[in-house]
């Protein structure tokens, strides 16, 4: 019996709430049109979240509070910033840049030129198909490629320097004599005050 009467009495507080809640909003709504503030409440079970009437209005009440901000959307990176590393993909036992590469070439020096110029270092790749010594030399010419790209896009040649690893930093492993395509590429690597420095 006690425990009807008390779970009886619980119910009471919440439906006059309700009821008080539904017949003051309305009111209290119409003085905050426009005002932009959102309001939560610290009833059980709602909050701290902002509550609403049926036709969309804040729940205000005694005891209402405005909403604190809430978190700001991560910025995103502006368009242009110089990356710490673009990749530029070549065909099989190739070392002509493609339109693809192009403008991937073509986004690294704008980015770069924007920031102020910077130093950059070109790596050429092969997979492991051929020979160690083949790949080596079309490593080279991969990365010779990429930098007259750059050179002719506005980056002084002085400001680019080349290197190739042949096979022996493949981005996929393979076994010897696999043709894969992301081990064909080139690492075009900003450098120097205004660019990433790893």
């Known amino acids: 019996m006690k425990t009807f009467v008390r779970a009886g009495l619980a119910l009471v507080p919440a439906a006059v709430l309700a009821i008080g809640l539904a017949g003051t909003a309305n009111a209290q709504d119409a003085a905050l049109v426009g005002t932009g503030v959102k309001w939560c409440n610290p009833v059980i079970g709602w909050g701290p979240s902002d509550a609403r009437t ?42 002509v840049v493609t339109p693809a ?18 130093r950059i270092h070109v790596v050429g790749h092969t997979d492991s198909s051929g020979s160690p010594a083949y790949n080596q030399k079309l490593s080279n010419r991969r990365a010779d490629a990429v930098k007259r790209a750059l050179v002719a896009k506005g980056i002084p040649a002085a400001n680019v320097t080349t290197e190739g690893k042949g096979e022996g930093q493949l981005l996929v492993q393979t076994g010897p004599n696999v043709r894969e395509p992301s081990n064909r590429r080139a690492q075009i690597l900003p450098r120097g005050v205004n660019a990433p420095s790893s």
Do not use: M, T
């Open 54 to 95: 049926a036709s969309g209005g804040y729940v205000i009440h005694q005891g209402s509070y405005p909403c604190p901000p809430e978190a700001a959307a991560p910025a995103v990176a502006p368009a242009g910033q110089v990356q710490n590393e673009y990749l530029v993909f070549f065909d099989w036992d190739k070392s």
């Open 101 to 118: 590469a192009d403008r991937v070439i073509g986004d690294a020096v704008a980015a770069i030129s924007k920031s102020g110029g910077a």
